[in-house]
Structures are given as structure tokens and as C-alpha cells.
Nanobody, 115 residues
Framework: QVQLVESGGGLVQPGGSLRLSCATS????????MSWYRQAPGKQRDLVAA???????NYLDSVKGRFTISRDNAKNTVYLQMNSLKPEDTAVYYC?????????WGQGTQVTVSS
């Protein structure tokens, strides 16, 4: 059974940093485009960052310069380094793996930015 397991969320003060991880199993990780999405209460789920199998990246405008997505194919894991966090970054963050024929989601991890 394919699994995507996010970790690293939590409560952080404005201006702080967190590093999210998404460990995958039972997929050929290296060929998948990996993404992070987030969903705040009452809002739609938005793409935050994505990284292709060849390392190309794209970001939501509001996180450019603050967030960095990366992947470690040897560990089948994708990361999201989040710096200079703002209260508006508060959301549940989801990991997604998209292949040619299949798409998989993780269960999400809560990120709360508050003083």
C-alpha cells in the first residue's frame, strides 16, 4: 500500500521556521512530481510548492523567497523548508505525489503560526 507520511508541523511564532518532511513508500519516488499544498479552515486547498523529477520547482507567489522545496530520491522524501513564517501561513499542509497514472496524498500536518 502506497503511503505518504508528513511530519514536522507544529506551533511556531511569527518569523520562525519549520521544516516539513513527507516520507513515501511503495512508489517509484524518483519519477514522481512532488508537491506541497495547504488548506486553511473554510478555504480551498492551494498549491504551495512543487518539484519535478528533474528538480524543477515552482512556488505560490506569497511564499517565494521564504519557502524552499527539495527532494532526496535516496530517502524517498520531499521537504518543505519554511522560513519567516507569517500567521497567514497557518493551515494543514499536505504532500502529494503525482505520476503519469496515479496521484497520492498524505494525511496532512498542522502548521500554526501564532504568538
Amino acid at each position: 500500500q502506497v503511503q505518504l507520511v508528513e511530519s514536522g508541523g507544529g506551533l511556531v511564532q511569527p518569523g520562525g521556521s519549520l521544516r516539513l518532511s513527507c516520507a513515501t513508500s511503495r512508489i517509484l519516488f524518483s519519477v514522481y512530481t512532488m508537491s506541497w499544498y495547504r488548506q486553511a479552515p473554510g478555504k480551498q486547498r492551494d498549491l504551495v510548492a512543487a518539484i519535478t523529477s528533474t528538480g524543477g520547482t515552482n512556488y505560490l507567489d506569497s511564499v517565494k523567497g521564504r519557502f524552499t522545496i527539495s527532494r532526496d530520491n535516496a530517502k524517498n522524501t520531499v521537504y518543505l523548508q519554511m522560513n519567516s513564517l507569517k500567521p497567514e501561513d497557518t493551515a494543514v499542509y499536505y504532500c502529494k505525489a503525482r505520476g503519469l497514472q496515479n496521484t497520492y496524498w498524505g494525511q496532512g500536518t498542522q502548521v500554526t503560526v501564532s504568538s
